[in-house]
């Protein structure tokens, strides 16, 4: 079995490196490991990384966009490519911890489900150094909740690990963020059950790099909306 790690990045020079290493290092066994960097036209020096990680590791394919076109455009190169039995998406900065892969992959692994999410709102809170985040990922799990009757802890967690059947059902449109809750309306809408277990989380700061802003889950609303009238 395998497992592929679909990394879009823009502008991560700085943690790419450090992040692929600590992929690399997580034991899953007899289950092996691919690795999809995409290069979301990055105006710093993450493709020289990308390149540099390339010659260390074998397991590692590389795609490029010219110019910036968002996560969401990234990610489906990566679910265009893929080859492994399982697939998940890991950020290129340092805010989700890759040792929660043999959690997460065990229950699919099981066959206890097909999609499974880390939740950072499970369990011990912790991570989340901008309250703006947090309420409004509690706002829109809630708003999922009553849209799609389906319980959710952490609509926009990063760690979403699904079957290759469920990924590969899926027409996606999304070129932003908005691809999180795109893929959990069709996950649901499609019949499949979204597991979640309970995952740490260190969040970093606007000054750190992150880009998600309280625009994205205006449009994370409407496109919860959007997916459940239409396809």
Not at 157 to 164: E, I, N, S
Not at 166 to 172: E, G, P, Q, R, T
Request: charged share 30%; aromatic share 12%.
């Amino acid at each position: 079995m395998k497992l592929s790690i679909i990394v879009p990045v823009y502008n991560e020079e700085k943690t790419l490196e450090k992040i692929i290493e600590r992929v690399q290092k997580v034991d899953l066994g007899k289950i092996s490991k691919e690795i999809l960097i995409i290069n979301d036209g990055s105006k710093d020096n993450t493709q020289e990384v990308i390149e540099k990680i390339k010659k260390k590791y074998k397991n590692i394919r590389s795609f490029s966009l010219e110019r910036n076109q968002g996560k969401g455009a990234a990610m489906k190169i990566g679910f265009q490519n893929f080859t492994g039995d399982f697939v998940i998406i890991q950020d290129g900065d340092l805010e989700y911890d890759p040792e929660y892969f043999k959690q997460l992959i065990q229950p699919l692994i099981e066959g206890k489900t097909k999609v499974i999410y880390g939740s950072r709102l499970l369990g011990e809170i912790s991570g989340f150094n901008i309250p703006l985040h947090y309420y409004g990922n509690k706002f829109l799990s809630l708003f999922t909740r009553l849209v799609y009757r389906q319980k959710i802890t952490d609509l926009e967690t990063g760690y979403k690990m699904m079957a290759r059947e469920v990924i590969k059902s899926f027409d996606l449109k999304s070129n932003g963020f908005e691809i999180d809750p795109e893929m959990t309306a069709k996950t649901i809408k499609k019949g499949y059950k979204i597991t979640e277990i309970p995952i740490t989380y260190n969040c970093r700061t606007f000054e750190e790099g992150k880009k998600i802003t309280w625009r994205d889950g205006i449009i994370a609303a409407y496109t919860l909306l959007k997916y459940r009238f239409f396809n």
